[in-house]
C-alpha cells in the first residue's frame, strides 16, 4: 500500500469511528441532557468531520492526536449510564484514564461522573430578559437560544429597547440574523409585526418598547422571577440599576460594564462564590471585558509566584462608542476616526482586578490602544513576581491550568507561531495564553492574552447569569484546584 493510500485509508477509518459517534452523541443530548466536549470544544449540532477536527485539536492540548478509539469507548460506555444534566468532556476523561492505573473503564467512568449519576435531567427554567440589543445584547440573545436548547435551566424570554422607527422590529430582527464579525444566527429567525416577537428557534422574544426601566409590568408577558441584563451601561451604581427591581417580575439584575460604588464585580471562575442570597446581591456586574479576560490568568500567577506590581497594556478593538470618521466626543481621542487611527486611551480595567482578587490592590497600573480591528483584543501582562521564574515552567503551568483546573472555562492556552487576531474570533474562554510571546527573565514576566472582546466576555456573563438562575451544569470531569497543580 502507498504512502497516499495508507493516508486514504488511515482517513476513512477515522470518519467510520466519528460517524459511529453521532448518534451516541445525540442519544446522550436527547435522553440524558448530557453535553459531550473534547478538551471544551463542544460537540453540539457536529458533522463526522468536525469530530476529527476535534479530535486533533487535542494536539494543542496534550501534544498529541487524540485518536477516535479512545473517546468511542467511552461513549458507548456513557449512554449506557444513569446521568443526569451536565457537560462531559471525553477528552480530559481519555487522557485520565490512560494515565491511571484503571483497566475497567466503567468503573472508572462511574468513579469521575459520581456527581451526574442518579440526578433528574428534568429543569425547570428561569425566564431571562435582556434591556438593550446592541453588540452584547445580540450575542447574549444568540447564546441563550443555544443554551436553552442544548441544556435547559434559563430561557430568554424578551428584549427590551427604544422603538426607532416603524421598522424597528424587522431592522433587529435582521441584525440578530446577520453579523458583520461572527457570521450567520445558527438557525431560523422570523418575525410576529402585530405581536412584537422575534422568533428565534422556536423561542419566543417579546420585544417590550419601553424608556424607564422601573415601569415595565413584566408579568404581563408571563414572565417572572426574571434575570435582567442591562447591556445598555447607562446605569452603574445601585440606585440606578434598582430601577429594574421596581418592575413587576424582576428578581436580580447583571449589569455588563463595570458596576460603581458598592455593585460587586463579578468574574465568573474566581470570585462568583462571593453571591449570595442577600438582598445586596440582587444587583450584580460581570465587569468588563477585560477585567475578565486579565484577571483570571492574574489570579493564578499571583496564587503560584507572588506578583509585586505590574502594568497591564491593552490593545483593544475599537468599539461602538467611538466615531467613524473624526467628530465630536466626549472622550479624549475617542472622536478620531476608529478605523483609521490607533487611539490611546484609559481603561479601569487594571484598578477593577482588586475587586476579584483583593490582594491585587494598587498593585497593578493599565493603559489601553484602541486599533483598526472590530473584534478581539490583547492584554500584556507585564508583572515583577516576587520570585525568579523559567519561562518553559510558566508555560508548561498554564497549559496544565487550561488543561486541568477549575479555571479552565475562562484560561485558554495556545503554542502556535501563526495565530492572529481573528483566530479567537468566537472563543468561548475570557482569555487565552499565547506561549510562544511569554518573556521571562529573572522575577520579570511579560504575558500576552488574547480575548474575545464580545463573544468570551458574553460567555462569562451567561455564566453568571446560569449562576444566579440555579442553572449551571456540572462540568466533568472534576477540575482540580490550580494550587494543587505541581
Known amino acids: 500500500m502507498t504512502s497516499q493510500q495508507q493516508a486514504q485509508q ?49 494536539r494543542r492540548i496534550v501534544e498529541k492526536e487524540l485518536p477516535l478509539d479512545q473517546t468511542l469507548p467511552i461513549l458507548r460506555e456513557l449512554v449506557d449510564m444513569d446521568l443526569g444534566t451536565s457537560s462531559i468532556d471525553l477528552g480530559a476523561l481519555a487522557a485520565q484514564f490512560a494515565k491511571s492505573d484503571e483497566t475497567d473503564l466503567r468503573a472508572f467512568l462511574e468513579s469521575q461522573l459520581t456527581d451526574a449519576m442518579g440526578t433528574s435531567s428534568a429543569r425547570e427554567s428561569r425566564d431571562v430578559v435582556l434591556y438593550g440589543f446592541g453588540r452584547i445584547g445580540r450575542l447574549l440573545a444568540r447564546i441563550l437560544v443555544a443554551r436553552e436548547a442544548t441544556y435547559g435551566g434559563v430561557r430568554l424570554r424578551a428584549v427590551v429597547v427604544r422603538k426607532s422607527n416603524d421598522e424597528d422590529l424587522a431592522k433587529r430582527a435582521s441584525l440578530l440574523r446577520r453579523d458583520s464579525v461572527h457570521g450567520p444566527f445558527n438557525g431560523t429567525i422570523t418575525v410576529d409585526e402585530e405581536n412584537d416577537i422575534i422568533w428565534a428557534n422556536g423561542t419566543c422574544i417579546q420585544v417590550i418598547y419601553a424608556n424607564d426601566p422601573a415601569a415595565i409590568d413584566y408579568t404581563a408577558y408571563g414572565i417572572d422571577d426574571a434575570v435582567v441584563v442591562d447591556n445598555t451601561g447607562i446605569w452603574r451604581d445601585r440606585e440606578a440599576l434598582g430601577q429594574h427591581l421596581q418592575s413587576k417580575g424582576v428578581s436580580e439584575v447583571l449589569l455588563t460594564a ?81 478605523a483609521l487611527n490607533m487611539v490611546l486611551t484609559e481603561t479601569g480595567a487594571a484598578k477593577a482586578v482588586s475587586k476579584a482578587i ?73 482569555g487565552v495564553v499565547d506561549g510562544l ?18 463573544f468570551g466576555y458574553s460567555n462569562q456573563v451567561i455564566r453568571i447569569v446560569e449562576k444566579l438562575a440555579g442553572a449551571r451544569p456540572k462540568v466533568l470531569p472534576e477540575r482540580v484546584k490550580v494550587t494543587d497543580l505541581k
Request: proline share 4%; hydrophobic share 35%; with cysteine.
Open 358 to 430: 483583593p490582594e491585587m490592590e494598587g498593585k497593578l497600573t493599565g493603559n489601553a490602544i484602541r486599533v483598526p480591528t472590530p473584534d478581539v483584543s490583547m492584554a500584556v501582562l507585564n508583572l515583577d513576581l516576587e520570585i525568579d521564574v523559567d519561562r518553559d515552567e510558566v508555560n508548561e503551568f498554564l497549559r496544565d491550568v487550561s488543561l486541568h483546573s477549575e479555571v479552565r472555562q475562562q484560561i485558554d492556552y495556545i503554542n502556535s507561531p501563526d495565530v492572529v487576531s481573528t483566530d479567537f474570533v468566537g472563543s468561548t474562554h475570557a
Open 258 to 338: 463595570p458596576g460603581k460604588g458598592d455593585v460587586k464585580n463579578i468574574v465568573y471562575g474566581i470570585n462568583h462564590e462571593m453571591i449570595t442570597d442577600g438582598d445586596e446581591d440582587k444587583i450584580l456586574s460581570a465587569a468588563s471585558c477585560t477585567t475578565n479576560a486579565i484577571t483570571p490568568v492574574l489570579k493564578v500567577i499571583n496564587d503560584r509566584y507572588g506578583i509585586k506590581h505590574g502594568h497591564v497594556e491593552t490593545v483593544h478593538a475599537y468599539t461602538n462608542d467611538q466615531n467613524l470618521a473624526d467628530n465630536i466626543h466626549k472622550g479624549p481621542r475617542r472622536g478620531r476616526a476608529a
Open 437 to 454: 510571546a511569554t518573556i521571562a527573565n529573572d522575577n520579570h514576566l511579560v504575558l500576552y492574552v488574547w480575548y474575545d472582546n464580545e
Open 10 to 58: 488511515d482517513w476513512n477509518d477515522r470518519l467510520e469511528l466519528a460517524q459511529e459517534m453521532l448518534p451516541l452523541i445525540s442519544r446522550l443530548h436527547r435522553e440524558h441532557n448530557v453535553v459531550t466536549s473534547i478538551f471544551g470544544r463542544l460537540l453540539i449540532g457536529v458533522t463526522d468531520v468536525d469530530i476529527i477536527k476535534s479530535h486533533r485539536y487535542a
